[in-house]
């Protein structure tokens, strides 16, 4: 059990990430990460819809018939989506504000609805909500990364305005990294997302390449070692 929920974990934040590896979910991506607080905001958003998506599709994977799944998918999606909007607007109502359209439009992402169909409807509910939560990690991991690399490089702050729009107990986060910035404008509109998205994708297979390259290198070091004795 223990290899299977690593297994999940290591997919969700890594090899297959929404973001990183499957490259979808790109408007919201693009549009909310012009600060780290934002990107922040809209990955709970989600990873808290998918968690309850993939527990409520587990549940009901045997009563749902096949024929009229997908339907009933976008219908429990919807649900989720709209109650979690409704609390965002009471308890985050700044944070609300800020992301707007978005948030419903939570319900058109197609990574939620792709776990549903993949996963969620086919595992066991506890593997189900495990694998809402990493998903939903894993993209707000891609959501943080992004808002903090624009961010950084557009104003020269991180977590902007975090009390304003998460609460008082978050003031901590915010933090001017390079005083007296003039910032760099393009990072703040969609071509400098793109940009930066285009630079974090390169980064991350270049890992990926060097990563595969290691245990072919520590085999090629065992065998002469090997041999000799």
């Not at 997919?11 to 973001?19: A, D, F, K, M, R």
């Not at 009471?90 to 609300?96: G, Q």
């Not at 943080?144 to 490089?153: N, Q």
């Not at 703040?188 to 990563?211: E, S």
Request: proline content about 4%; overall charge positive.
């Amino acid at each position: 059990m223990s290899e299977s929920f690593s297994r999940i974990t290591k997919e969700g934040l890594w090899s297959n990430n929404i973001v990183f590896s499957q490259s979808i979910a790109l408007c919201p991506l693009l549009a909310v990460t012009g600060t780290t607080t934002n990107g922040l905001g809209m990955g709970l958003a989600t990873t808290a819809v998918l968690m309850v998506c993939n527990l409520l599709i587990s549940y009901g994977r045997l009563l749902i018939p096949s024929e009229i799944r997908i339907p009933v998918f976008v219908a429990l999606i919807a649900m989720v989506v709209t109650l979690v909007d409704m609390l965002m607007n009471a308890w985050l109502h700044e944070l609300h504000k800020v992301l707007g359209l978005f948030i419903p439009l939570i319900v058109t992402n197609c990574a939620i609805l792709g776990r549903a169909e993949a996963y969620a409807s086919r595992k066991p509910p506890v593997y189900a909500l495990f694998d809402g939560l990493m998903m939903g990690l894993g993209f707000t991991l891609a959501l943080v990364v992004l808002g903090a690399a624009r961010e950084v490089s557009g104003s020269g702050t991180l977590f902007a305005n975090a009390s304003l729009l998460l609460g008082q107990g978050f003031a901590w986060l915010e933090t001017t990294l390079i005083q007296e910035y003039r910032g760099f404008l393009l990072m703040a509109l969609p071509p400098g997302g793109f940009l930066m998205l285009g630079f974090i994708l390169a980064g991350k297979r270049l890992l990926d390449k060097r990563l595969a390259r290691r245990p072919l290198r520590n085999a090629a070091v065992e065998q002469p070692l090997a041999e000799n004795v």
